[in-house]
């Protein structure tokens, strides 16, 4: 609920009739997902269930069905899933896209949909009314979700006030938290970006340092200044300092933060969450080596961080389809210009394109600087997105002559403090070798 990372319980592995048992302890009712190759399905299951998922008889519009405890809940999940799909498009144009008259349109087709599924279900006397009441949770985040994600991607003039009113305020449903209600995770992520937002514009006079050396706790009173229930104060708290984490590293601000967080969260899951960002973090910090990654070149050479030991390395990571990453191109190419010459400092540019193709026409052109360019296998364990935890580019990253960190999240090109820096790398090597 805090990362949207999936949580396993369970595993098997399927027989050559293509069965298998996957069994697990809960403590209450939760909402999972189960995945096997192309099949996927979403289920709400109570301690003590036991549910069979089977192929559907021919002729059946879906694929699988469900026998044992709660399947006709199962059944609805499922085709309520399937609709909401459905609607993500409205005549071939993603919901977050559509103008305001139409997303209501397709927002109501979801609810009249929603409701005529509620509708059938409440006749079924083998569906208990505490797993109604979570299926009516969940409907209800669903369409909260459709609203918040269409908002989320529209600018706020254009979208219609009955969302506007909707979006205006966090849903605090601690059962859907307690549940794991997929989608009232994705609402208070939206929610938690909401309230970043709100304290840049409330501080937009603010020096942009200033502001970023206290952020995390602003975010943090604002949050509790809300009075939410407990337990989705806490959610949110985390969320913030989770997020604020993987933006931005380990801040002064922020470990004071997570400091404050382990002694007023009551949620050990939570504390875990922010114990194992920083355990992470800290891998990368400031002396420790550097995760060695490697690349193609275009001309399909294979280049490694660990080729560059005895430089400063600067590492630019960037894709084609990034444009705040190609906005900085211009001030990269200054960088490069100040040290035009200078063989004891490396510009690295690391794209984590999938389209090679695209990778080299744009490396070929003008609008790239000519530093050393390689194009990296984000799949790969060993890749420079998964082993520096990069969630968002533009990212820099600054590693000194010994292949140790300098940092993790390093300033960009336009900052105009890149070249400073480096020049006070290059003489801290030279004083350590005389």
């Known amino acids: 609920m805090v ?30 997902g189960v995945n096997a190759g192309k099949f996927a399905a979403g289920l709400l299951v109570f301690p003590g269930d036991e549910l069979t998922i089977v192929p559907s008889k021919p002729g059946s519009k879906h694929a699988f069905s469900f026998e044992g405890d709660g399947a006709a809940a199962q ?10 799909q459905g609607l993500e498009k409205w005549n071939g144009t993603y919901s977050f896209r559509l103008d305001q008259d139409t997303f209501l349109l397709a927002k109501d087709s979801l609810q009249k949909g929603y409701d005529q599924l509620l509708a059938k279900i409440k006749s079924n006397p083998g569906v208990s009314q505490e797993r109604m009441d979570l299926l009516q949770r969940n409907i209800k985040m669903s369409v909260l979700a459709y609203q918040f994600n269409f908002a989320n991607g529209t600018d706020s003039v ?7 009113k909707v979006i205006r305020e966090l849903p605090a ?37 200033s502001l970023a050396a206290i952020f995390p706790l602003l975010v943090d009173e604002k949050i509790k200044s809300k009075k939410y229930p407990k337990l989705v104060e806490e959610l949110l708290r985390v969320k913030s300092v989770d997020y604020q984490i993987g933006s931005s590293g380990l801040s002064p601000s922020i470990l004071k933060l997570a400091g404050k967080l382990e002694s007023e969260i009551a949620s050990n899951d939570f504390k875990k969450v922010i114990r194992e960002d920083i355990a992470r973090w800290e891998k990368i910090g400031p002396g420790k080596p550097a995760p060695v990654f490697s690349g193609l070149t275009p001309d399909g050479k294979k280049l490694s961080l660990s080729d560059f030991r005895g ?16 906005e900085e191109f211009p001030d ?20 984590v394109d ?3 193709l695209a990778w080299k026409k744009m490396v070929a052109g003008d609008k790239v600087p000519k530093g050393i360019h390689i194009i990296d ?38 900052s105009g403090k890149v070249a400073d820096e480096l020049k006070r790398l290059l003489i801290a090597n030279e004083l350590a070798q005389n």
């Not at 430089?311 to 190609?326: L, R, S």
């Not at 990253?397 to 336009?414: E, Y």
């Open 377 to 414: 296998d984000g799949d790969s364990p060993q890749s420079i997105w998964n082993q520096y935890y990069v969630w968002g580019i533009p990212r820099y990253l600054l590693i000194d002559t010994q292949g140790r960190m300098v940092a993790a999240h390093a300033k960009r090109p336009s």
């Open 75 to 84: 059944e609805f999940i499922n085709e309520a899933g399937q609709f909401r």
């Open 354 to 356: 999938r389209d090679t």
């Open 173 to 209: 449903d601690s059962i859907a938290l307690k549940t794991a209600m997929f989608d009232f995770a994705l609402i208070a992520t939206f929610y938690q970006h909401k309230m970043n937002e709100a304290i840049y514009e409330e501080n937009e006079k603010m020096n942009s340092d």
């Open 3 to 32: 990362t949207l990372d999936s949580i396993g319980l369970g595993r098997a592995v399927l027989d050559s009739a293509g069965k298998g048992i996957v069994e697990f302890t809960l403590d209450a009712p939760v909402f999972v």
């Open 311 to 326: 430089k400063v390395v600067y590492v630019d990571i960037w894709a084609t389809w990034c444009g705040p990453c190609v």
């Open 158 to 164: 254009d979208i219609p006030p009955s969302v506007r």
């Open 332 to 351: 990269s190419k200054k960088l490069l210009a100040n040290f035009k010459g200078n063989d004891k400092v490396a510009f690295l540019y690391v794209s």
